[in-house]
């Protein structure tokens, strides 16, 4: 194949278009005029086919019959007429003709000059093709074996001299003929293209094509209908000469002016085509008006179209030796247009897009509205001969919604593979929820004063592997952040790394407003689940997001205000990686002081690991309870130490399986009756169930400390410690607390001085049971009065008999247990440093007062004292 052979991987749909037209005319016309030039009929046929071959190295097949009709105006026709295709094509023949008509003048012939008057094609069926290495099949190459066979055929001259050689080369040059075609007209061809590297195909069906050109030389002028994979279209217009466009080397360029008519679309070219053969050094003018674009889809199935509506475009066009032309004096303008499909509620109003030559920049401006809320955007981007050069490639663009606008401004280095990116970006939004039309009519947070200010760059080409953010700055009445470089990561999973610094964080002021009409909807809302009592919720975990994002982030915030409640010095650090996430540290201060979090999930094993690990040497109840909005009344300092590990997607699926310990401190505290605490209800109850002990917990209850750890293993959390030290006494316990059931199999164990009217004080040590759940535990008080030995003060003094068995075995002892057998209970010492796991701490001293001197025993008659009442006066301290 010669080295000028021309490419076929440019622009291939005016290549092929101009090679099928260039064969559809020249094959059958080969063929007539050898035939001609013979002036032979069916015996010359092997003649014209070894020509054919000579000329183009491919097999020509004349299966009909050859007729010529001789007048003034001499006929010639063929019928089934076959081109071979070249090696390796996707079918035998290239071409095939089933009737060709061919119409000459008679007295040019004398010259030796074809002039054809008029040459018809029946069922021209072209393929157009390229095989795997891009190698076209119109490009012929001519047979030397026929040629040098068909000079053999000649009769040689023995008697001719050298020197006559030159004479016989003029005398065959004058022998040759012009060959010049006034019209042509096509019915029901065929013309389809097959690119073999990538298996594509295109069909162009020809219902009827005219051409009209006055010989070889002169203009053509044709008009067509067609349709290319079965969307119609029509095409009419001017054009060089034939003898132009097959001339390989023309000494000027083919001119071209084509109107192209589609679904209601007219497409304009004027210009020229250099090297028509090779389809390069076109110049075109081109104006096109287009009502839909989208309906000139199957044109250009390759070229995206967008939705738009009442296209126009002028431009001029020339061939660069790229894959993309020069542009000149360009102007596109929009209409109206529905743009659901790229994003919801967008509706274009108008755009239009100028920019005078290749050189300089395209500007831009469009008019939009997205749920009814207006947007314009403005600009400039840079010329587009910066982006084929690879040069820096300037943007500047402006988009606006009221008052809020967001602008993009910078270069970027090599536009061809996005890299270099250097942007910055700045918003400013003054009422964020004037903007709630774009979110589709949604409330936003009545948030003002929005600042956003970064600078982008790609982190990998094309921004493939995600942004960097630069400098990133943001501001508002409700919070601000700041990073140097805040990364934005797309890899396996998408995700952020970088640090991050606030000032203030403002929860609730970024909560959105119920939208209008919440509170009194149409259809009545349905009933709330029943509640299962339970207090652990079985509440989902947010364990999922952990398989989407793989991240890096530490993030200080001054103070963070969420359900009205003020957090102080908050620092993080979260890692997520591969399905596994580590908060480590977690550091805040709270309203009545600084409490610290550990935490991590692993969502690699079946079901997910949590564990949570969370620790505070001291809170002040007082501001704490406040900030919670739970009832004052109750002062001192708590404290704890937790460290839980389990399974499962929910807190409760957690909680079932809970390893670990929970330790929890109060000291230096007093606690008002009618609070609500567990601690008040606890006594409370025990007054409603002895009604004798009217003056129990009247006021505040002093409390030196309480104390408690368990330790945690399969949900179940077994007491090691459990201390509550107060101005009536102490009350140690042990037991087990069910996380699976919430269920309590626990002891308390007294050691109560209580107050009861007529007596100094009414001294309790004994177990009692503590049963029921996590929301309703149940001391078992009631057994006592329902037993019926309590009346009055005084009548219990007077009770004979067993008062004290009967007694100790209502609050919960075994019968027979004098007082003071109850099991031991620790001090508070003890019990905090178990709760602390070990750590120092203060200790306060216990609040129970000392008990009175006893007075002297009275005796009985006899001088002997009575048991009962020694035990009674023991009991209850009578006269102390």
Not at 89 to 98: F, H, L, W, Y
Not at 196 to 221: D, Y
Not at 239 to 256: H, I, Q, R, V
Request: charged share 20%; net charge neutral; with cysteine.
């Amino acid at each position: 194949m010669s080295d000028a052979m021309p490419r076929p991987t440019r622009r291939p749909w005016l290549r092929w278009g101009l090679g099928g037209l260039a064969v559809v005319v020249l094959v059958p016309l080969a063929g007539a005029a050898i035939f001609l030039a013979t002036f032979d009929t069916e015996a010359q046929k092997p003649r014209i086919i070894a020509a054919v071959q000579a000329a183009t190295g491919r097999a020509l097949t004349l299966a009909g019959p050859i007729g010529v009709k001789f007048s003034l105006v001499p006929t010639l026709t063929l019928e089934d007429v076959a081109l071979a295709n070249a090696p390796g094509g996707s079918r035998p023949e290239m071409a095939r003709v089933r009737r060709v008509e061919v119409e000459f003048a008679l007295l040019p012939l004398l010259s030796r000059r074809l002039d054809v008057r008029r040459l018809v094609l029946q069922a021209p069926d072209i393929l157009l093709e390229t095989d795997a290495e891009g190698r076209p099949n119109w490009a012929f190459a001519p047979d030397r074996g026929q040629a040098e066979a068909a000079a053999a055929d000649t009769p040689a001259n023995p008697t001719a001299s050298p020197a006559a050689a030159p004479a016989a080369a003029a005398r065959d040059a004058g022998r040759r003929l012009g060959i010049a075609v006034d019209q042509v007209a096509v019915t029901d061809g065929r013309l389809g293209w097959r690119d073999g590297r990538t298996g594509q195909t295109r069909l162009l069906e020809i219902a009827s094509l005219q051409t009209k050109a006055a010989g070889a030389t002169g203009p053509l002028q044709l008009t067509g209908r067609f349709a290319l994979d079965g969307t119609p279209f029509t095409l009419a217009g001017d054009t060089g000469s034939l003898a132009t466009l097959t001339d390989p080397n023309p000494a000027s360029p083919w001119p071209l002016r084509l109107v192209l008519e589609a679904a209601g679309a007219r497409i304009a070219a004027e210009g020229s085509i250099a090297r028509p053969l090779q389809a390069s050094g076109w110049r075109l003018a081109l104006d096109a008006r287009v009502p839909e674009l989208q309906r000139l889809a199957p044109l250009l199935p390759d070229v995206p179209m967008p939705p738009l509506r009442d296209l126009t475009l002028v431009a001029g066009l020339a061939d660069a030796g790229e894959a993309l032309p020069t542009v000149s004096d360009l102007r596109l303008t929009l209409g109206p247009a529905t743009l659901e499909a790229l994003l919801p509620g967008l509706q274009l109003a108008g755009l239009t897009a100028t920019m005078p030559r290749q050189d300089q920049p395209l500007a831009l401006t469009a008019e939009a509205t997205l749920h009814g809320q207006p947007l314009r955007l403005e600009g400039s981007l840079g010329a587009p001969a910066l982006v084929l050069a690879a040069q820096p490639w300037p943007l500047d663009l402006k988009l606006s919604s009221g008052a809020a606008t967001a602008t993009l401004a910078g270069r970027i280095a090599d536009p061809r593979g996005i890299t270099g990116v250097d942007l910055v970006l700045a918003l400013r939004v003054p009422e964020l929820a004037a903007l709630a039309p774009l979110a589709g009519g949604r409330p936003l947070p009545p948030v003002r004063d929005i600042a956003l200010d970064s600078r982008i760059a790609e982190r990998g080409p094309g921004f493939a592997a995600g942004a960097f953010l630069r400098d990133l700055r943001f501001a508002s009445s409700a919070a601000d952040a700041a990073s140097p470089e805040l990364t934005y990561v797309i890899g396996q999973r998408r995700g952020f790394a970088g640090s991050i610094t606030s000032t203030r964080i403002d929860l609730d002021a970024l909560r959105p407003p119920e939208a209008p009409g919440a509170a009194t909807a149409e259809a009545p809302a349905a009933p709330p689940p029943a509640r299962d009592r339970r207090v652990i919720p079985d509440l989902p975990l947010p364990l999922e997001a952990l398989r989407l994002t793989d991240s890096s982030l530490r993030w200080q915030i001054g103070t963070l205000v969420t359900s009205g409640i003020t957090l102080a010095d908050l620092r993080g650090a979260l890692v997520i990686q591969d399905g596994r996430a580590r908060l480590d540290p977690f550091t805040a201060t709270l309203p009545g002081g600084p409490v610290s979090l550990r935490a991590a999930a692993d969502v690699t094993t079946t079901p997910p690991s949590v564990q949570v690990a969370a620790l505070s040497a001291g809170l002040d109840l007082p501001p704490l309870l406040a900030a919670l909005r739970l009832p004052a009344g109750t002062t001192g300092r708590a404290e704890f130490d937790i460290d839980i590990r389990g399974q499962g997607d929910t807190l409760r699926a957690v909680a079932a399986g809970a390893a670990g310990h929970v330790g929890l401190g109060l000291t230096s505290a007093q606690v008002e009756q009618g609070s609500g605490g567990l601690l008040a209800r606890l006594f409370g109850d025990l007054r409603r169930g002895l009604p004798e002990l009217g003056n129990l917990a009247e006021g505040k209850i002093g409390i030196a400390c309480l104390a408690g750890r368990w330790a945690l293993e399969g949900g179940i959390a077994h007491t090691q410690a459990l201390l509550l030290d107060t101005t009536l006494g102490r009350i140690g316990g042990s037991g087990t607390a069910n996380l699976r059931d919430e269920r309590l199999a626990m002891q308390l164990n007294l050691d109560l001085r209580l107050p009861i009217p007529g007596v100094n004080a009414l001294r309790i040590r004994a177990p009692v049971p503590l049963g029921g759940t996590f929301a309703q535990p149940r001391p078992e008080f009631g057994a006592v009065a329902a037993s019926g030995l309590l009346g009055t003060a005084d009548g219990l003094l007077r009770t004979p008999g067993n008062l004290a068995e009967g007694l100790l075995g209502a609050l919960g002892g075994p019968q027979g247990v004098v007082p003071g057998a109850s099991a031991a209970i620790a001090d508070c010492g003890t019990a905090l440093g178990a709760a602390r796991s070990g750590r120092a701490g203060p200790v306060p001293a216990s609040a129970v007062p000392a008990a009175p001197t006893p007075a002297p025993a009275a005796e009985g008659r006899g001088g002997t004292a009575n048991p009962t009442q020694e035990l009674l006066r023991g009991l209850f301290g009578r006269g102390r």
